[in-house]
């Protein structure tokens, strides 16, 4: 909403203040504002007329004009088209600044000197969507009226400065001046006066002519007046001035009548041409498919949700939101039907949501003052009277179903004091009631009488509020609650959130955080058990349309962008959700890594450790004993899923559950080696481990072996351990692979596994014989179990 | 005998001035100490002597051979020292090379802000609450006071499933949720962090998924003076001790009265800079007091009870702290990026 100070200044007097202090007020007060500013901050212009305009001899699209300027006359060299002998037009002297900073110099133009410069409006800073065609393409050409040598911009009324409130959506009441003059008055405790709207009517009762037929109850208040020998022409200057001031693109007079109104007491009126519209005005819902032409040419069908005006044959208006195009205003219009009205905010709401957004349907959308119908119409008809030579016909057609009584909130000052949390006296709370213009009765139960201009107030902690916010919440002095002493807590699922993160963290990870919605062609990727998705009604992009079931296609987004710009260095995990539905919605926890690249480097002295599938291991292998699942998970490579490396990878294993994967990504996918793994969270989070407790650490001394078994290529090391640790037993405390040997000195199919195995006893001190015997008997085992044999050279 | 024991002395005494290694050394003591030696000569013609000269000469050649032991060992302790001081100076390195690449991880800016805010809180006695994004019209809008058609979901555009299901704009839910499960009805202290969405084109300061904080304190006897106590203890955390907060009003459909919340700019201390572009405030967060509809929808009592809900953006706060000019910069994870918050913060707190 754009507040305009002279237009303030009609309602209040506030020539005295300054605009910015009611800017900065204002906002104290609940009203931010985007911008204040001049309607033009052109500077050193002047009203001169043109005495003479000749072509200029060396350019056909140039004229030279002669203009006098008051205290002297000036050559100045024009390129507008339309420029004339006689007209009176804007003149910028040698020395104007112009918006944009252009300063006006002593020129010459083709060889003839130029002493200032005539004005369009664009060149006063007025943008475009506000001229009509011919200000559009030329000069600005004033009133033949216009004084020679008076300040331009002052003639014009465009010194006037200009708020650009940022309104909140409750405060409707501030959709018109006068809604601001009350605001303001409450701010500064100055009185608002609304203006007398007083014309003749002529002897024919509108009554005898027109009829309404309200049908339905979303429409309860419809006020009708007709005004006939009406002249459409250009409007004055104040009323131009004040709607480019307010956003609003002047027309003519009569249309331009109905938006200063609007403008004025937030009022939307429309006017149709009364000679096109017939005698029967009927109020009523759409009949489904029904259609209508509006004002911008597009025939629209309906739905039953809409709201229309129609006469005994057609619709003629979409109410609160655009008028048809039969019944429009043209320059031929002699006659025309007011209407006021309130209708029901949410059908507008939802029409204009279909249709169009207007500064009208915005107004219907929040609510109205009742008690503004009348004022409105009454104040159109006094501008048309006065400014479109209308006659006012007699009456008025009339239907209100509004009860007047006056809204009545019963308050206690305790009440107010408890809540703001301030010792406010009863006569500060009353003072600011006044301000508002609310009447108030009682002494302890305050009965408040709120204004029909409120329709944001109809609660006690509404009218604290008021209280507060006229006061100032600055006056509030900050406290500590007096509420019972507990400890904070985290949930257990937060909690292992925090501390994985920082494991991560430690292990040389970064986190990162990627977007939840994916595209359609992301949506497959990494997802080992696909679901139904959860797929957005209205996405923004096809892009993010559906929700992520799995982390992994954001995480190798952020490599991608990392490697392009030469970072290729990458160890990111992510902790978040995966969405999708399988009875009702499920958002799983999901941990989920990627690293590629190098992991710990030192590169003059050789040394690197990259990323690859081992290293992927070890951290979750870190991660599972730091989340007490130590001996309790396996890894198999079996049912791998598609997009990770068939060969090199594997999924983890606990309780007969598959937790997640881990591998490679599909060379098919990327050509870099990139490492992954993605487990679910809370899967993980759901097995019972038991609490941490000392086991004394053996302080008899352990006796190490070392065992190298040749196996063939295809058997697993596992296969291998785990026969090692069964027979191993109790005494077996570390088991270790130390080297992986493919080569020269095995066969071509076969390789070679060294482990070293410790063996402790806590209650005493091995001997060697012991521990030979049960090493004996892990290599026949082994041997037995497996297809190894022992390496004996 | 005695110009003898003289004799072993100055003889020693020249023989070590020539010794250069420990196992010359080694020689010389069995020279002088070995069973050929001239003390072992000398004792060995003690039996010759008599009782008094033994015990004079004894004595005489229990000192010599003290004196020789020491000054041997002496010279030993002299010699390793010197040998371990050349391996020292053989062991130089170059100490300006380069040290290897350890690289630990970070964690994300949003994060670090997210574990600040609530770690204050939990200190205060807030418990952390979270709740699901794929969320319900009825939590996140009506039984926040926004039934449907209400003009302040224009604010909030959202991404919807269904008619009935969407993406949370916001993490009020939560508030109702927590309401609603609380069975007694009784006090209530939470701060929620999470995920939010709205239907935005992302640009420098929009995104179509953000973060959110949201507090909310619900008590019999909670006042507006409350909030603004607790929200200064969280902007002289957040911003530093010499931050002060400013409350304007605005309007949220969920609380009643509603305010903005402004900090005094942390960057020139109030009189004016780009940062707060030139009014020395900051905006930083929505707050006010619950909404007695609020309340009701989720069964409290708003005769027995009061409270106050805030919300914030940590997204916001960490650009504002940080001096990060882009929201989508939280989102596109560029490792330099992310790396640039990997330490500990030294601001004034």
């Not at chain 1, 029901?344 to 009742?370: C, H, Q, V, W």
């Not at chain 1, 301000?435 to 009965?447: C, I, K, S």
């Not at chain 1, 599972?624 to 396996?634: A, E, F, I, K, P």
């Not at chain 2, 607790?230 to 002289?236: G, Y």
């Amino acid at each position: 909403m754009r507040l305009s100070k002279s237009f303030l200044n009609d309602f209040i007097d506030i020539k005295d203040l300054d605009f910015k202090d009611i800017a900065t007020k204002m906002v104290l007060a609940g009203n931010e504002y985007e911008s204040i500013t001049k309607i033009s901050n052109a500077t050193n212009l002047v009203i001169g007329e043109v005495l003479e305009c000749i072509k200029h001899p060396e350019s056909n699209h140039l004229s030279v004009c002669k203009v006098n300027i008051g205290t002297e006359t000036k050559q100045i060299i024009c390129g507008a088209p339309n420029v004339a002998v006689g007209q009176k037009v804007i003149v910028a002297k040698v020395g104007a600044i112009l918006p944009g900073n252009v300063e006006i110099k002593a020129a010459k133009f083709a060889g003839l000197d130029s002493e200032g410069m005539i004005c369009s409006m664009a060149e006063l800073g007025i943008e475009s969507k506000y001229l009509n065609p011919a200000d559009k393409d030329g000069i600005h050409v004033l009133d033949p009226s216009a004084p020679i040598g008076q300040d331009a911009i002052k003639y014009l009324g465009f010194d006037d400065e200009v708020i650009d409130f940022e309104l909140t959506s409750n405060r409707a009441d501030l959709l018109s001046i006068i809604g601001m003059a009350y605001e303001v008055g409450a701010i500064y405790n100055r009185k608002v006066v609304l203006p007398v709207n007083t014309y003749e009517e002529t002897e024919s009762d509108i009554n005898r002519s027109y009829k309404i037929d309200v049908q339905t109850d979303n429409c309860p208040m419809y006020l009708g007046k007709v005004v006939s020998n009406i002249v459409v022409k250009e409007s004055p200057n104040f009323i131009k001035t004040r709607l480019i001031a307010s956003g609003i693109r002047p027309i003519n007079n009569v249309v331009d009548i109905s938006n200063y109104v609007m403008l004025e007491y937030g009022q939307p009126l429309h006017f149709f041409d009364a000679d096109l519209l017939g005698n029967k005005i009927i109020v009523r819902m759409a009949k489904d498919k029904e259609t209508i032409t509006t004002l911008d040419g597009v025939n629209r069908s309906l739905k039953a949700s809409d709201i229309v005006i129609a006469n005994e044959t057609e619709v003629v208006a979409l109410a609160g939101v655009m008028g048809g195009l039969k019944t429009e205003i043209t320059p031929n219009t002699k006659q025309i039907f007011i209407e006021s009205a309130i209708f029901n905010p949410m059908n507008i709401r939802y029409t204009a949501k279909n249709i169009l957004r207007s500064e009208a349907s915005n107004r219907f959308e929040k609510g109205l003052d009742p008690l503004r119908s009348e004022m409105a119409i009454n104040r159109a008809c006094y501008l048309l009277n006065k400014y479109a030579n209308g006659a006012i016909l007699k009456g008025e057609v009339c239907y209100d179903s509004i009860p007047k009584q006056p809204k009545v909130i019963v308050i206690k000052l305790a009440k107010i004091n408890s809540v703001l949390g301030m010792i406010l006296r009863l006569d500060e709370v009353l003072d600011v009631f006044n301000r508002l213009g609310f009447t108030v009765t009682g002494d302890d139960e305050l009965e408040v009488i709120i204004p029909s201009r409120r329709t944001d107030i109809s609660i006690v902690e509404d009218l604290i509020e008021e209280v507060g916010r006229i006061i100032s919440y600055n006056n509030v002095i900050g406290k500590m609650p007096i509420v019972s002493i507990k400890p904070g807590k985290y949930s257990k699922r937060a909690l292992m959130i925090k501390e994985l993160r920082h494991l991560l963290n430690s292990l040389g990870l970064n986190q990162v955080i990627t977007y939840s919605l994916i595209s359609e062609s992301e949506i497959n990727k990494f997802v080992p058990i696909k679901h139904d998705e959860i797929v957005l009604l209205n996405p923004m992009s096809e892009d993010r349309k559906l929700m992520r079931q799995s982390l992994l296609s954001g995480l190798l987004g952020v490599y991608e962008y990392n490697t392009a710009r030469s970072v290729t260095d990458v160890n990111i995990f992510e902790i978040g959700s995966v969405y999708y539905l399988d009875n009702g919605t499920h958002e799983d926890t999901t941990i989920s890594g990627l690293l590629s690249g190098n992991y710990l480097t030192n590169d003059w002295q050789g040394k690197t450790i990259k990323a690859d599938f081992y290293l992927v291991k070890g951290i979750i292998e870190n991660m599972m004993r730091y989340m007490g699942l130590n001996n309790r998970y396996s890894f198999s490579s079996v049912n791998i899923p598609k997009d990770y490396h068939p060969t090199r990878s594997a999924s983890l294993i606990i309780d007969n559950q598959v937790i997640g994967y881990l591998g490679q990504v599909h060379p098919s996918m990327t050509k870099k080696e990139v490492y992954i793994f993605e487990l679910n969270l809370d899967l993980l989070m759901s097995f019972k481990v038991h609490e941490i407790k000392y086991k004394e650490v053996s302080k008899y001394p352990g006796i190490n072996k070392d065992l190298a078994f040749v196996v063939d290529k295809s058997v697993t090391s596992q296969e291998i351990m785990s026969v090692i640790k069964q027979v191993g037993g109790r005494l077996l405390t570390n088991l270790d692979v130390f080297d992986v040997y493919e080569g020269s000195n095995v066969l071509a199919n076969e390789k070679s596994i060294a482990y070293s195995l410790t063996f402790e006893d806590p209650t005493k001190t091995l001997n060697d014989e012991e521990v030979t015997n049960l090493v004996n008997k892990i290599i026949s085992e082994v041997e037995t179990k497996t297809s190894a044999k022992l390496r004996t050279k | 005998m005695k110009e003898k024991i003289l004799s072993i002395k100055a003889d020693l005494t020249t023989k070590l001035e020539s010794i250069k290694t420990l196992s010359e050394l080694n020689d010389l003591r069995v020279l002088f100490l070995g069973k050929k030696g001239p003390i072992q000569e000398l004792s060995g013609m003690m039996g010759t002597l008599s009782i008094e000269d033994k015990k004079e000469l004894g004595s005489l050649l229990n000192g010599l051979k003290n004196e020789v032991t020491e000054a041997l060992d002496l010279m030993k302790n002299k010699l390793e020292l010197e040998a371990l001081n050349s391996n020292l100076i053989k062991d130089a390195i170059d100490i300006t090379l380069p040290g290897t690449k350890v690289h630990a991880g970070g964690i994300h800016p949003i994060t670090k802000i997210i574990d600040e805010v609530e770690e204050l809180f939990v200190s205060m006695g807030y418990d952390v609450v979270e709740g699901p994004e794929v969320e319900l019209d009825l939590f996140n809008f009506e039984k926040l006071n926004l039934p449907k058609g209400h003009p302040a979901r224009d604010s909030q555009d959202s991404f919807y499933i269904s008619d009935e299901v969407l993406l949370r704009t916001q993490t009020s839910p939560v508030q109702a949720r927590t309401m609603e499960a609380n069975l007694e009805k009784g006090p209530i202290r939470i701060i929620c962090p999470g995920k939010v969405y709205r239907r935005d084109s992302d640009d420098a300061t929009h995104s179509h998924q953000f973060y959110q904080i949201e507090g909310l304190v619900i008590d019999t006897d909670i006042s507006m003076a409350d909030l603004k106590g607790t929200l200064e203890v969280f902007a002289k955390k957040l911003f530093g001790e010499a931050r002060e907060v400013r409350f304007r009003p605005s309007f949220f459909p969920f609380t009643e009265p509603s305010i903005e919340v402004d900090v005094s700019c942390f960057k020139c201390g109030g009189t004016g800079c780009s940062l707060c572009k030139n009014n020395g405030w900051i905006e930083i967060l929505g707050a006010g007091m619950v909404h007695p509809n609020v309340l009701r929808a989720s069964g409290y009592d708003p005769k027995k009870y009061t409270g106050f809900a805030f919300g914030m953006g940590p997204e916001r706060i960490a650009m504002l702290k940080y001096g990060v000019n882009d929201v989508r910069h939280f989102y596109t994870n560029d490792m330099r990026f992310l790396n640039d918050f990997n330490r500990t913060d030294g601001g004034d707190q």
